[in-house]
């Protein structure tokens, strides 16, 4: 069964970091793209970031760009989403999400359960 | 980037009804790259509809997918209980990813 359990959410004031990490299980890791998704509190889905296969190409939306940073660890299956400078309007449930694909990001047909990031003073 | 704007905002029908959700793009999406998402409250999204019409693992067939170019729907035919809930349809035609805003089914 493929599992990605999230963790390293919490409360963090404006200005400052954290690391998200997503462990994932029951399917060939390196063998497909993975992103994080995020969802402000009873809003919709934004695309964060992706870290792809092969070429182990990044993507960034343009509202985290400079301040996240995406990575992975094939030997742990395991995905990060470093965060710095966070702002109030970075506070949303952070999805992890396995691609269909391996090269590019795509679509995901699996999803974490989601970590909470509140950022505030 | 490419904007995808739902509609309508909120469905309501009762069971046994069928939905039409309509997503459509603000530039066409290439090789119909689009997908659509379930949501239930407190649950992760889940994949329904990947490249516009193909359904995805363990999905009844009263889902369908549809469209090209701007232009998209997903259709639920026979809406079971189970169907109320968010749907979001999302492009990856073009980076960034982008997802429309989504469409509340709920029960009338």
């Known amino acids: 069964e493929v599992q990605l359990l999230e963790s390293g959410g919490g409360l963090v004031q404006p200005g400052g970091s954290l690391r998200l990490s997503c462990a994932a299980s029951g399917f060939t890791f390196n063998n497909y793209a993975m992103s994080w998704v995020r969802q402000a509190p009873g809003k919709g889905l934004e695309w964060v970031s992706a870290?792809?296969?092969?070429?182990?190409?990044?993507y960034y939306a343009d509202s985290v760009k400079g301040r996240f940073t995406i990575s992975r660890d094939d030997s742990k299956n395991t995905l990060y989403l470093q965060m710095d400078s966070l702002r109030a309007e970075d506070t949303a449930i952070y999805y992890c999400?396995?691609?269909?694909?391996?090269?590019?990001?795509?679509?995901?047909?699996?999803w974490g359960q989601g970590t909470l990031v509140t950022v505030s003073s | 980037e490419i904007v995808l704007t739902q509609s309508p905002g909120t469905l309501s029908l009762s069971p046994g009804e069928r939905a039409t959700l309509s997503c459509r793009a603000s530039q066409s999406i290439s090789n119909n790259y689009l997908a659509w998402y379930q949501q239930k409250p407190g649950q992760s999204p889940r994949l329904l509809i990947y490249v516009a019409s193909s359904r995805a693992t363990g999905i009844p067939d009263r889902f369908s997918g549809s469209g090209s170019g701007t232009d998209f729907t997903l259709t639920i035919n026979r809406l079971e209980p189970e169907d109320f809930a968010v749907y979001y349809c999302q492009q990856y035609g073009r980076s960034p990813l982008t997802f429309g805003g989504g469409t509340k089914v709920e029960i009338k």
């Open positions: 870290f792809t296969n092969g070429d182990t190409s990044t």
């Open positions: 999400a396995k691609d269909r694909w391996t090269t590019s990001p795509a679509h995901f047909d699996c």
